[in-house]
């Protein structure tokens, strides 16, 4: 029958949790370890990822990426199935090898929302602790039969990574590695949403942390962590062959404000100067973050008038909760 023969134990909403080994020693500011038995929720199950699927692809919310995509492509991916196939096509041949769909902000259907909010209020307390204030709760799920890859990428928000059913290598850098990621491709990318200089060099795999995980494996990383997957084929058996993943992702008063200070930071090197990195000066960002604030809205309002007349790219949005 394929990959939904084999599912794990069910358990009730109440049931499932999210745990750290050592909580007083979990920080916001690093990479960082955890444990869940979610891969146990129904939601999570294939069938029920197949129904969300078929809710999301009208919106244009489910995304395919083309075969031969490694680690160091860009992370380019298309609303339509590279080959035309349906949802209903792609989950029946989801254990098909190099298999990759992605379920995008699957908080827009209501009983995502509800299981998103849920596994973060397991973390809400300890996330803020040092990240006060969380807001926009998302949540993006990534399903592949190896062998298969997610390219190398930074996101804007934090992310709580939960595997859910198979296995991936899951290799993640600090946020504050700037030799992988320099200071002015992580403005770009804050403030225009371009990934184009931040690109995988082979030297980098030595600076990263490296997870095998499984189901109930989970990893925290900050804001602009660079990080990447694979899955490979040697765990995998006849109807035992996909890998389910999803980011929980959210934004806090801490990366509201360090986008704020990459706003103006872009802005000053462009005028020539070296600024100082968000995060590095308490003094520095708390005088800049409301340059930048005012910066994030100008550029909201210009791409709100460039956008019919098609110049939307050069007035990219700011960050949500930037301005």
């Known amino acids: 029958m394929g990959a939904s023969e084999i599912e794990p134990m ?27 038995n979610y891969h146990q929720h129904p939601l999570f199950q294939l069938p029920e990822l197949e129904a969300l699927a078929k809710e999301l692809m009208p919106l244009k919310q489910c995304r395919f990426v083309k075969q031969g995509v490694t680690q160091a492509s860009a992370f380019a991916h298309a609303s339509e199935h590279p080959d035309g196939r349906g949802i209903e096509d792609v989950f029946r041949r989801i254990e098909e090898p190099g298999s990759w769909i992605a379920l995008y902000d699957v908080e827009v259907v209501p009983r995502y929302q ?13 996330v803020e602790r040092e990240q ?3 807001f926009l ?28 059913r198979g296995r991936k290598v899951m290799n993640v850098w600090e946020a504050t590695d700037r030799v992988v990621v320099p200071a002015p491709a992580v403005e770009e990318f804050i403030v225009r949403g371009s990934l184009r200089n931040v690109r995988l060099q082979e030297e980098f795999k030595a600076r990263s942390h490296e ?3 499984q189901a109930g ?13 694979r ?12 890998a389910i993943s999803i980011g929980v992702t959210f934004y806090t008063s801490v990366t509201r404000e360090a986008a704020r200070v990459h706003q103006l930071n872009r802005v000053l090197r462009k005028c020539g100067l070296s600024p100082v990195y968000p995060g590095e000066s308490a003094v520095s960002d708390a005088i800049k973050a409301p340059i930048g604030k005012v910066i ?7 791409s709100r008038i460039a956008a019919p007349i098609g110049r939307m790219r050069r007035f990219a949005n700011p960050p949500p909760g930037s301005f």
């Open 217 to 229: 494996d989970g990893i925290y990383f900050p804001s602009t962590s660079p990080h990447m997957t």
């Open 10 to 36: 069910m358990s009730t909403t109440t049931d499932c949790r999210i745990w750290v080994d050592d909580p007083a020693g979990f920080t916001t500011r690093k990479v960082g370890r955890f444990h869940h």
């Open 211 to 213: 997870f095998d995980t």
């Open 114 to 126: 509800a299981l998103l909010d849920g596994i973060l209020d397991h973390m809400r307390e300890t």
């Open 231 to 242: 899955s490979d084929p040697d765990w995998t058996k006849p109807g035992n062959g996909v």
């Open 137 to 164: 709760v998302t949540g993006f799920i990534f399903i592949s039969a190896p062998p298969s890859v997610t390219p190398f990428h930074i996101d804007r928000e934090n992310n709580f990574w939960l595997q859910l």
């Open 132 to 134: 006060p204030g969380i």
């Open 296 to 302: 994030g809205a100008g550029l909201s309002s210009l």
